[in-house]
């Protein structure tokens, strides 16, 4: 055992001082500033908030001391242990089976949670702080009480030790080449990204580019039957994101599944931004980007117009696209618009908003101010703080204390695949919409000089949510029912903000609600009328979208129209990858 952990310590010496030997090499994102969440203009708030109800205080603690010596007592004489913490049984981290019968480590597990609870409850409960001063304190001591977890720790962690026995502490080398990759990399990978390639088993429908600018490319699918639908739907996926979310694998593929049900499909595939894209902002996105794709699968396909998706941001943006269309008069160039996990109000967008304080934006500004561009890899750590437990620490145990090896999975290579975004634009978007809310006021932004109201949007519009959306809560995407005059649909999707979009039918997985009347009045009345149904939603769409998608037409294959074809699908922009 001397000889195995002596030959491992000089592996882990030799692979550390490769890794800083090659320093030079590693990436650079910019300047970090001083306190970039703002948290030291908090604190003392918080500090004034806790003092202010000295008895409740004082009675909070008194009742955390009984629970943690009645939780020693019990350790001391054998006693079974209960943390009072009805979420304990299902929380990923406890699993293993040492945590409830060995002693030590119940011991350990109750003493975190008992401390854990009564910290968010003492954050949560203090009087004298603002909406946004309670949720940024109540988020960052969740990310503190997250990172503390005895279970990410190697000394703490049952299942850890177990490995590190059996395995002569081979887990733990196995567990410094895997951090030290990733370091190189810049990201921490949650997958084995050695099983996809982008065009061979992911973003891998058949198509054609026929249309590029320097913001993205136009993508035409090849049909697989013989007639499709003469209006031809065009898909704006976020630029945040690469597009091929909706075409995963075949069985995940919303794209290909659309093609089989006759749809003639277009989507836009945004150009990972680089210092090229410095001075892009909305209207640019506007202009080169929305209208640009819509005016292209017009003069395509030949069709009067077009049905049109807008997925999260995208759909953000695609709102005020269609407020300004109906400014200019050119309203009647769209069929319909669907919008996936939307929001256009953001008075209640959840826990994205404690990033949208001025330190966060002075943050953000400093990053990207050397490139013109925030490196993808920053958004997506912030997409992940939002489930840092499934999300980072259940990686940081499974790859570098365990040092399993990377299960492939197609979601997970998605997420990890990160998008540079202009700064510019980011930027604005933060602080215009998130910050200020200025799109859910009538002429709160303009684009081209042309004042934004999105009452004068009175198309067809289907408005799908998520249940349990961490990034776009159901009750922010509602209101995209109170600025729209139109016929409305709403849908609300049983799981999240990708989950919640991707279920293909033959999954059969989660379920839906749809309303059939006039929409009530709140998001709760829809809860509380609505009909469930199992399943996906994906064939309520399509019964509303056929409706509004003309007669059948002999397919158009791409590349044969107007627009020539340029390299087959996915095309040069989704290929680009960071890190």
């Given at each position: 055992m001397f000889e195995q952990m002596t030959y491992l310590a000089g592996k882990a010496q030799q692979m550390m001082l490769e890794f800083w030997s090659g320093e030079e090499d590693q990436p650079s994102f910019g300047a970090m500033p001083f306190d970039p969440f703002g948290m030291a203009e908090l604190w003392p708030h918080l500090g004034s908030a806790l003092v202010s109800d000295p008895v409740r205080l004082a009675q909070m603690q008194m009742d955390y001391v009984n629970e943690a010596t009645r939780l020693w007592q019990g350790f001391l004489t054998g006693a079974k242990l209960e943390s009072g913490d009805r979420d304990a049984p299902k929380d990923k981290r406890f699993r293993d089976e040492a945590w409830t019968e060995i002693p030590a480590f119940q011991f350990i597990k109750q003493g975190y949670l008992l401390a854990s609870r009564y910290l968010m409850d003492v954050v949560s409960?203090?009087?004298?702080?603002?909406?946004?001063?309670?949720?940024?304190?109540?988020f960052y001591t969740k990310q503190f009480?997250?990172?503390?977890?005895?279970?990410?720790?190697?000394?703490?962690?049952?299942?850890?030790?177990?490995?590190?026995?059996?395995?002569?502490?081979?887990?733990?080398?196995?567990?410094?080449?895997?951090?030290?990759?990733?370091?190189?990399?810049?990201?921490?990978?949650?997958?084995?990204e050695d099983a996809f390639e982008v065009g061979v088993n992911v973003a891998a429908t058949p198509g054609q580019v026929v249309f590029e600018n320097r913001l993205f490319q136009l993508i035409h699918y090849a049909p697989t039957t013989a007639e499709t639908f003469e209006i031809p739907l065009l898909i704006f996926p976020p630029w945040i994101n690469k597009f091929y979310i909706l075409d995963l694998t075949a069985e995940k593929s919303f794209i290909r599944w659309c093609l089989d049900q006759g749809l003639s499909v277009y989507i836009v595939s945004w150009k990972n931004a680089d210092e090229n894209l410095r001075d892009v902002?909305?209207?640019?996105?506007?202009?080169?980007?929305?209208?640009?794709?819509?005016?292209?699968?017009?003069?395509?396909?030949?069709?009067?117009?077009?049905?049109?998706?807008?997925?999260?941001?995208?759909?953000?943006?695609?709102?005020?696209?269609?407020?300004?269309?109906?400014?200019?008069?050119?309203?009647?160039?769209?069929?319909?618009?669907?919008?996936?996990?939307?929001?256009?109000?953001?008075?209640?967008?959840?826990?994205?908003?404690?990033?949208?304080?001025?330190?966060e934006l002075e943050m953000i500004d400093a990053l990207a101010a050397e490139h013109g561009y925030l490196d993808g890899r920053y958004m997506a750590t912030t997409f992940n703080m939002l489930r840092a437990n499934d999300l980072i620490w259940n990686y940081v145990v499974n790859n570098y204390l365990l040092g399993k090896d990377y299960f492939p999975f197609d979601l997970l290579y998605w997420n990890s695949d990160a998008t540079n975004v202009p700064a510019a634009w980011h930027a604005d978007y933060l602080r215009d919409l998130y910050r200020d809310n200025k799109l859910a006021s009538p002429g709160g932004i303009e684009i081209d000089g042309v004042p934004i109201d999105l009452r004068t949007v009175d198309i067809p519009t289907y408005i799908q949510a998520g249940k349990e959306d961490h990034i776009a809560p159901a009750r922010s995407v509602w209101k995209l029912t109170e600025h729209f005059s139109g016929e409305m649909r709403f849908m609300l999707a049983g799981s999240g903000h990708i989950a919640g979009v991707v279920n293909p039918p033959a999954a059969k997985k989660y379920q839906h609600w749809v309303y059939d009347g006039h929409l009530p009045a709140s998001l709760e009345d829809f809860q509380e009328k609505a009909e469930m149904h199992p399943g996906s939603w994906w064939p309520d769409w399509l019964e509303w979208i056929s409706s509004r998608a003309g007669d059948k037409v002999p397919a158009r294959q791409p590349g044969t129209g107007k627009l020539k074809a340029i390299e087959p699908a996915p095309g040069r922009y989704v290929k680009e990858r960071n890190g």
């Open positions: 409960g203090a009087e004298g702080l603002d909406r946004k001063e309670r949720e940024k304190a109540i009480l997250d990172a503390a977890s005895p279970s990410n720790y190697l000394l703490t962690n049952p299942e850890v030790l177990q490995a590190t026995l059996e395995s002569g502490g081979e887990n733990l080398l196995r567990g410094t080449e895997h951090l030290l990759d990733d370091l190189k990399r810049g990201r921490m990978r949650m997958t084995d902002r909305l209207d640019n996105y506007v202009a080169e980007g929305f209208l640009t794709a819509i005016d292209k699968v017009l003069e395509d396909t030949g069709a009067r117009a077009a049905n049109l998706i807008g997925y999260c941001v995208a759909g953000t943006t695609l709102a005020a696209v269609l407020a300004y269309m109906e400014a200019k008069g050119t309203a009647d160039k769209v069929r319909s618009a669907t919008f996936f996990t939307a929001q256009v109000d953001f008075t209640e967008a959840g826990d994205l908003q404690v990033f949208v304080d001025e330190g």
